[in-house]
T-cell receptor, first 113, second 110 residues
């Protein structure tokens, strides 16, 4: 079945880079996503990557995908206190299943001044 | 462009009652998905509707149901509420590969 795992906590200093890791088990995963959730809010789509890509960069965000190891990471450069939030990794099988996301349990990122 | 809207934002019900939550997708989006978020179970997929048809379904009991209207707006209904149904219910809409989430409805069951 589908399973997505993330480490629960990450603490960094302001200005450093943050790397959040995620592993998934479903070989048919076609799209992999990163979402951000701030307290009391819904989920904000940060970026996503198609499974035939190795890397995607979007301003301060870099996504790396190792399809062989089923490992996904999100790097946030120059992390700011406003980046403190919960980050979720998610996958979908695409096709008619792109509306069905399987989420990891979330990584709580704390940024210290 | 307006985002996904959900009403109501907060709801308090008692055990045994039923509840209906509403979701208005982004204009032009035909797919609407629903998720339940709890501290214990995390984010779990409930179901997805596309063009008024349920296209995908998660592992929830039949007390949880939904529907989609011709304007793509969607509702979900939970009957015979249990304490464990207390959660944040999130709706997401998509036109293609990207799902955009609403702010959620916080349901408390007493």
């Amino acid at each position: 079945g589908e399973d997505v795992e993330q480490s629960l906590f990450l603490s960094v200093r302001e200005g450093d880079s943050s790397v959040i890791n995620c592993t998934y088990t479903d070989s048919s995963s076609t799209y992999l996503y990163w979402y951000k959730q701030e307290p009391g809010a819904g989920l904000q789509l940060l970026t996503y990557i198609f499974s035939n890509m190795d890397m995607k960069q979007d301003q301060r965000l870099t996504v790396l995908l190792n399809k062989k190891d089923k490992h996904l990471s999100l790097r946030i450069a120059d992390t700011q206190t406003g980046d403190s939030a919960i980050y979720f990794c998610a996958e979908s099988a695409g096709g008619t299943s792109y509306g069905k996301l399987t989420f990891g349990q979330g990584t709580i990122l704390t940024v210290h001044p | 462009k307006a985002g996904v809207t959900q009403t109501p934002r907060y709801l308090i019900k008692t055990r045994g009652q039923q509840v209906t939550l509403s979701c208005s997708p982004i204009s032009g989006h035909r797919s609407v998905s629903w998720y339940q978020q709890t501290p214990g179970q995390g984010l779990q997929f409930l179901f997805e509707y596309f063009s008024e048809t349920q296209r995908n379904k998660g592992n929830f009991p039949g007390r949880f149901s939904g529907r989609q209207f011709s304007n793509s707006r969607s509702e979900m209904n939970v009957s015979t509420l249990e304490l464990g149904d207390s959660a944040l219910y999130l709706c997401a809409s998509s036109r293609d590969t990207e799902q955009f989430f609403g702010p959620g409805t916080r349901l408390t069951v007493l």
